[in-house]
């Protein structure tokens, strides 16, 4: 839930940032986020497999122009919805989603810390055979 939170957050500065990005209430922007972690956990994903050689070719710059165009689709949708956030272009997209995710890191590294961040399991333990 924090992460939606940060996420709405992101938006809102992003909003406030860039130009073509317009926004509504904070409550609208939550919803934003939400939709925003739901493709870019689909159809961020599928498009990153897609256009694997194109990133690994870049280094992963090119997961930047995918990230923004998701952002673009996610506020079209949104404002198909009836919420209050816009994005105008590709390129209000790119930089927004630039923003929003720096932002949203910056805010769950500094009120999270690394606790926050994904575990990895406990690599298999051996089993001493006994002779």
């Not at 934003?32 to 070719?57: E, H, M, Q, R, W």
């Not at 926050?116 to 002779?131: E, F, S």
């Given at each position: 839930?924090?992460?939606?939170?940060?996420?709405?957050?992101?938006?809102?500065?992003?909003?406030?940032?860039?130009?073509?990005?317009?926004?509504?209430?904070?409550?609208e922007l939550?919803?934003?986020?939400?939709?925003?972690?739901?493709?870019?956990?689909?159809?961020?994903?599928?498009?990153?497999?897609?256009?694997?050689?194109?990133?690994?070719?870049?280094?992963?710059?090119?997961?930047?122009?995918?990230?923004?165009?998701?952002?673009?689709?996610?506020?079209?949708?949104?404002?198909?919805?009836?919420?209050?956030?816009?994005?105008?272009?590709?390129?209000?997209?790119?930089?927004?989603?630039?923003v929003t995710?720096?932002?949203?890191?910056?805010?769950?590294?500094?009120?999270?810390?690394?606790?926050?961040?994904?575990?990895?399991?406990?690599?298999?333990?051996?089993?001493?055979?006994?002779?």
């Open positions: 839930m924090l992460r939606f939170l940060f996420s709405a957050i992101g938006l809102l500065v992003a909003s406030a940032l860039v130009v073509g990005l317009r926004r509504g209430t904070f409550l939550i919803a934003v986020a939400v939709i925003l972690g739901a493709l870019n956990a689909t159809l961020g994903v599928v498009l990153k497999f897609i256009a694997f050689i194109p990133v690994a070719c870049s280094l992963g710059c090119f997961s930047l122009v995918i990230n923004g165009l998701v952002f673009w689709l996610v506020g079209n949708l949104a404002a198909k919805l009836g919420l209050g956030f816009r994005v105008d272009g590709f390129w209000p997209g790119f930089f927004g989603a630039l995710s720096v932002v949203a890191g910056l805010l769950e590294r500094m009120l999270l810390g690394k606790e926050a961040q994904p575990r990895r399991p406990a690599p298999p333990r051996r089993i001493k055979v006994v002779n």
